[in-house]
């Protein structure tokens, strides 16, 4: 295969396409029926449940484990979706260490939580397996609600609104939905097409379009859509990224969520450009799903660096362990200070070691150069508010200021998900985020007072 270089030592063919294959096998296998059942019956059932407490939609965890072990894993589905219905995907994406699984009494006993991830992904499993809808679109109300972002807040919110009868039209600005969960989760943890099998679910619920191609700010405005329906929902997610201020014109740096997205698209990843030894910069999930990637499609060493310890890390110590053990090197305490090139190519990135100083982030003015020929940058995503300029919306740290209910400063609009102050950044929170805007956008409209937004 002849090479393709891309700057420095950027290239694909790496692997073979069977290498590649087999590196993004699931991360963790389905259960199987009988390992679903002893798994189930590990669950003690509790009553105000601390793994309920823990998820943000609030999934009857006991209920539907319960219908499990019971051998009615459709079932079981049923109850994960009336709170979730992105339960398929949060199965596999959800932080659990964190959240459910982190809460659950088994956790402190035996030091093993019941696997109520695997648990929820054997139930979704089976219901789309058996090509089961629960779901379906309410009388019509003749209300009318725009919707902008198809992510995991626009889509629970547009089947939230469908269910109770509201025509929802979603601008997406992409052409193909699903949001992070299509373009920004690592690829071996969505594999068998899952997200786009889960948004042609929701959106089988009917009374739902969708306008592909349609950006806020490029396409449509926000006061256009006020006029034209009579409640909006902002879903948009953060469609900037932080640039790290260090090496413009120098060819083989890429933002880590660009990379992410192309790997998730491609159909032969052994076919994606890329380096030899590999720098990621940052600490959250977008630099570990980078890194990890990155050794999957044929790095010989990858390394991440995060300017403050590897405990502060936004990863989790599960992820920093996924990453540890496929071979990403993780070097905490080191700041970018310049980015090394030749012919206009990077070579390498040097760093400050840093160290904390009364609770505050200082160098040390100890240097080192780790040497790259790809460096990708992973330090956080941001609101493009320009997109929202001069409509009045309030903001907040950057980001959509809310109520509890996702209502905005103007009336008759609501945000969720990654564009408003004071999310989790994960999915199950921007679908929660969805479920509470639909019900406060329904009462709204059901309100006899409202007129058009």
């Known amino acids: 295969m002849p090479e393709e270089r891309v700057g420095g030592d950027i290239r694909p063919g790496r692997l073979t396409p069977g290498q590649c294959a087999a590196n993004f096998a699931d991360l963790v296998a389905p259960l199987k029926p009988n390992e679903a059942r002893v798994a189930a019956e590990r669950c003690l059932f509790c009553h105000d449940a601390p793994c309920v407490a823990a998820c943000p939609t609030g999934i009857d965890i006991p209920l539907f484990i319960r219908q499990i072990s019971h051998g009615q894993p459709v079932a079981a589905a049923r109850t994960i979706l009336d709170a979730n219905i992105m339960g398929a995907m949060c199965a596999r994406v959800c932080p659990t260490e964190n959240l459910c699984e982190g809460a659950c009494v088994k956790e402190t006993s035996e030091t093993r939580a019941v696997e109520i991830g695997r648990l929820q992904r054997y139930a979704t499993d089976a219901a789309f397996a058996a090509g089961k809808q629960f779901y379906s679109a309410g009388k019509p109300t003749g209300k009318a609600v725009a919707v902008v972002g198809a992510g995991p807040a626009g889509l629970?919110?547009?089947?939230?609104?469908?269910?109770?009868?509201?025509?929802?039209?979603?601008?997406?600005?992409?052409?193909?939905?699903?949001?992070?969960?299509?373009?920004?989760?690592?690829?071996?943890?969505?594999?068998?097409?899952?997200a786009q099998r889960e948004l042609d679910y929701i959106l089988a619920v009917g009374g739902i379009s969708v306008e592909y191609g349609k950006a806020l700010g490029r396409d449509i405005s926000l006061a256009d859509i006020r006029k034209r329906f009579d409640a909006v929902f902002l879903g948009m997610g953060l469609g900037g990224t932080n640039d790290l201020g260090l090496g413009d014109g120098v060819s083989g740096i890429e933002d880590a969520v660009e990379f992410i997205a192309h790997l998730r698209q491609a159909a032969d990843k052994s076919q994606l450009p890329v380096g030899r030894n590999v720098a990621v910069i940052g600490g959250g999930m977008t630099a570990i799903d980078a890194a990890v990637q990155a050794r999957l499609i044929g790095a010989e060493q990858v390394t991440i660096a995060y300017r403050r310890s590897q405990a502060e890390m936004g990863a989790s110590a599960y992820e920093q362990e996924v990453a540890q053990t496929r071979g990403v090197l993780i070097r905490p305490n080191l700041r970018p200070v310049r980015v090394e090139q030749s012919g206009g190519a990077v070579t390498g990135v040097t760093f400050e070691y840093t160290t904390s100083r009364d609770g505050a982030l200082a160098g040390t003015g100890e240097m080192v150069?780790?040497?790259?020929?790809?460096?990708?940058?992973?330090?956080?995503?941001?609101?493009?508010?320009?997109?929202?300029?001069?409509?009045?919306?309030?903001?907040?740290?950057?980001?959509?200021?809310?109520?509890?209910?996702?209502?905005?400063?103007?009336?008759?609009?609501?945000?969720?998900?990654?564009?408003?102050?004071?999310?989790?950044?994960?999915?199950?929170?921007?679908?929660?985020?969805?479920?509470?805007?639909?019900?406060?956008?329904?009462?709204?409209?059901?309100?006899?007072?409202?007129?058009?937004?």
């Open 156 to 194: 629970a919110c547009a089947h939230a609104l469908a269910r109770h009868g509201h025509r929802v039209t979603i601008f997406e600005a992409k052409a193909k939905g699903g949001g992070l969960n299509e373009f920004g989760i690592a690829a071996y943890k969505a594999n068998d097409d899952i």
């Open 369 to 453: 150069t780790l040497p790259a020929d790809q460096v990708l940058v992973a330090i956080g995503q941001a609101l493009r508010a320009e997109d929202l300029a001069g409509q009045g919306l309030a903001l907040a740290k950057g980001r959509i200021a809310v109520d509890e209910a996702g209502k905005t400063s103007l009336p008759g609009v609501w945000a969720g998900g990654d564009c408003v102050a004071g999310g989790l950044d994960l999915t199950v929170a921007a679908v929660e985020d969805g479920k509470q805007a639909a019900r406060s956008i329904h009462d709204f409209l059901s309100s006899s007072a409202n007129g058009k937004a």
